[in-house]
């Protein structure tokens, strides 16, 4: 050991949890008929989850870029959201795999609200 800092750490410790979020939004897209109530209330609720993860997707991305990137805030936060919008979209056809979902070009465009909204709050 030559007492230099690893590169590899921030890595981990920043990309990390993106890819573990992103893992859990994949299984929450594997699941068929995801119902969280019933009754009118249930499409608002899920829209609003959609922004929800999608909105923490971004924010995760943008910490990793301002961790282990030098770049501009302008930078990192459109490339958090094209990310975010190629992981929803992705997403979205993956559900078309799922029994009892189907991919949504509208859900993509509320995902990516969610992210650019999620960056939109604190720089």
């Known amino acids: 050991m030559t007492g230099r800092p690893s590169k590899v750490l921030p890595l981990v410790k920043y990309w990390l ?3 573990a ?3 859990f939004i994949f299984y929450l897209s594997s699941i068929p008929d995801l119902r969280f109530v019933q009754g009118p209330w249930d499409f608002w609720i899920r829209k609003a989850g959609h922004m929800g993860v999608f909105g923490i997707l971004a924010r995760l991305i ?3 870029f301002i961790n282990t990137a030098y770049l ?3 930078k990192i936060f459109a490339a958090a959201l094209v990310l975010t919008f190629l992981y929803a979209s992705l997403d979205e056809y993956h559900q078309t795999f799922t029994q009892g979902r189907h991919g ?3 859900d993509v465009m509320i995902d990516t609200t969610g992210g650019w ?3 939109g709050i604190i720089p």
Do not use: D, E, M, N
């Open 17 to 19: 949890p993106v890819l």
């Open 21 to 23: 979020w992103a893992a």
């Open 62 to 64: 943008a910490r990793a």
């Open 72 to 74: 501009s805030w302008k």
């Open 104 to 106: 949504c070009i509208s």
């Open 117 to 119: 909204l999620a960056l």
